[in-house]
């Protein structure tokens, strides 16, 4: 019963709040500017050439799969700072605003605070993040550029709620090891940043040390999985386009390290850590 | 007696902050339907105390039980039917008075509708009715605190634990508050309050304990005792002014 207060209590006040406008534009901005980019590539097709003139067969016609290439590019960043801006409050907030020892002193266990807020949140956030694709898929056709296939849109739209999911459990589990939510936020935007650096080193590190560092690389199981489910049609920029021959094997390790290592065990590791933690007021 | 009329028993508590003893092998009953008053300079380990007993600090040794629940053992249990005021409560401040009280009866296991008409006798019981759909962040510091006291009932406890509940209050508020937790009291409840204003806790307790460097130093029942509180109080504690 407690989760479900708090979820709805969560739900309510975040729609309510004037940051979630902020949220609103955050997101909507990267689909607002893709449109705009998609429809300057289809008017000037040299665009696309120069963009991808580090592929081994640079794109000389526009095409949606490329569009929505361009927007995870994009997008992914906005997702991020949503994700770490209100997750990073999640525990550290409700100790700043001095609430944890009045939630905590309530019949519920520990880990209902956190999942109850982190529900809530994608609840809000993935749908959000659905519609915003749509309208942008939308926003192609009347361009004119067209609709992908069926497999592809569904590959992209994982790897949008894929980042935000990953985003999001990573800034839960800063947001329990911090007092307060700006330390969370900026413990969680080093450590992506980090973690970005890392994806682009790996395209100029030699193929061994690349290899070991992509078994941490996000952006290289997120490629991996959109490959597969596109069938091969589909991959994002920052790996350099469309991975080769995505088969089963790799598709079930990539998702697994998504799914399981990068937003299930921060998680799990976050209620653990605060199960055990001594909280006090402020 | 039996132990289950004791609704607060804590056993050698001791709470370690790395090589600083907060609590240190604390021994204290409170009977169902007593006042209990704990008093102490600052950084005596009332806090502290309370902190474990909500379940919100693991102790480091001894145990404790509310209401025959061991804290440790069975924590939901034992937080099943207390109330907490902390020491500078906290808020959502863009949250109606109202709202809050509710949201806070429904943390404690109360249903929505019942938890509606709960936070509306209890803006009642503080005085705060008229402002009871205002947000908390347009209350003022006296307002904040009667809205922080009411959301340790709203939920029906057995137990409250009140950490300085007069602080910020005029008063008439004052009055008005600890009007509200004698009768309380009365009703079987069991309190246990800190505070730093010894005619308060003189006024509504039945019993005091006087703590310091976490140890207990003095544990008495008001009718009995010969002296005034103060006295007993200077008398107990050396302190480091002294």
């Known amino acids: 019963m407690a989760l479900e207060v708090i979820i709805k209590r969560e739900i309510r006040d975040t729609i309510l709040s004037k940051r979630f406008i902020i949220y609103l534009v955050l997101l909507l901005l990267p689909v607002v500017l893709n449109i705009w980019f998609s429809w300057m590539m289809y008017e000037d097709p040299s665009i696309l050439q120069q963009m991808t003139a580090m592929f081994p067969e640079p794109l000389t016609e526009i095409n949606p799969t490329i569009c929505m290439m361009s927007f995870i590019d994009i997008t992914t960043f906005p997702i991020a700072l949503v994700a770490v801006l209100h997750s990073s409050d999640f525990i550290a907030g409700e100790k700043e605003r001095g609430m944890l020892t009045l939630l905590i002193s309530k019949p519920l266990h520990r880990w209902e605070i956190i999942m109850g807020k982190l529900f809530s949140f994608m609840v809000i956030f993935l749908p959000l993040l659905t519609l915003n694709f749509l309208v942008m898929v939308l926003s192609f056709i009347l361009i004119g550029i067209g609709i992908a296939d069926l497999n592809i849109l569904i590959g992209y739209l994982t790897v949008i709620l894929f980042y935000a999911i990953v985003y999001t459990s990573i800034a839960v589990l800063f947001s329990v090891l911090s007092k307060r939510p700006s330390m969370a936020s900026l413990g969680t935007i080093i450590f992506l940043i980090l973690w970005m650096i890392l994806d682009f080193l790996t395209i100029y590190l030699p193929k061994n040390t690349a290899d070991v560092l992509n078994n941490i690389s996000l952006s290289h199981h997120i490629n991996i999985v959109l490959g597969f489910i596109s069938g091969g049609e589909a991959g994002i920029f920052v790996k350099g386009g469309i991975p080769k021959d995505p088969n089963i094997g790799a598709f079930i390790y990539s998702f697994s390290m998504v799914v399981l290592i990068l937003s299930i065990m921060p998680i799990l590791l976050s209620v653990f850590i605060f199960e055990r933690k001594d909280i006090q007021n402020k | ?242």
């Open chain 2, 1 to 242: 007696m039996s132990k289950m009329e004791y609704a607060i028993i804590t056993n050698n508590l001791t709470k370690k902050f790395n090589d600083f003893i907060a609590v240190d092998k604390l021994n204290l009953k409170v009977k169902r339907g007593e006042i209990c008053g704990i008093v102490g300079p600052n950084g005596a380990g009332k806090t502290t105390l309370i902190e474990m007993l909500i379940c919100a600090l693991k102790p480091t040794s001894g145990s404790a039980k509310i209401l025959g629940k061991d804290i440790q053992k069975n924590p939901l249990k034992a937080r099943e039917k207390i109330g907490y005021l902390p020491e500078d409560s906290g808020f959502y401040k863009s949250m109606s008075g109202f709202r809050f009280l509710q949201y806070m009866a429904e943390l404690g296991g109360i249903e929505k509708s019942e938890a509606k008409k709960k936070a509306s006798t209890f803006l009642k019981k503080v005085g705060l009715s008229e402002r009871g759909h205002s947000k908390i962040e347009t209350y003022s510091a006296g307002m904040k605190q009667r809205l922080a006291i009411a959301q340790a009932f709203v939920a029906d406890p057995e137990v409250v634990f009140l950490d300085e509940p007069t602080s910020d209050l005029d008063p008439l508020a004052r009055e008005k508050v600890l009007e509200m937790i004698s009768d309380y009291a009365r009703k079987g409840n069991t309190i246990l309050i800190t505070t730093h204003i010894l005619p308060i806790t003189e006024k509504i307790s039945d019993i005091v304990v006087i703590i310091e460097k976490g140890k207990i130093k003095a544990e008495v029942i008001l009718e009995e005792i010969s002296e005034s509180l103060e006295e007993l109080y200077k008398n107990t504690i050396k302190g480091d002014w002294n």
